[in-house]
């Protein structure tokens, strides 16, 4: 996981700052567990957009 965070591509980057934002504004907490669960589902749609996937 940790190897995976040193390659965070800059629009991931600026994501997560988003995300953050976002929690500290609707939900009144830095919750981490909150952060990587909207961080991992970028990433999974990150992926699906980049391979043209359909669900």
């Given at each position: 996981m940790t190897s995976e965070y040193s390659e965070i591509s800059p629009v991931v980057k600026r994501h997560m700052e988003k995300c953050k934002a976002f929690?500290?504004?609707h939900y009144m907490t830095n919750s981490f567990t909150l952060l990587m669960a909207f961080h991992?589902?970028?990433l999974l749609s990150e992926r699906c957009a980049s391979r043209s996937h359909t669900i």
């Open positions: 929690c500290l504004k991992m589902l970028s």
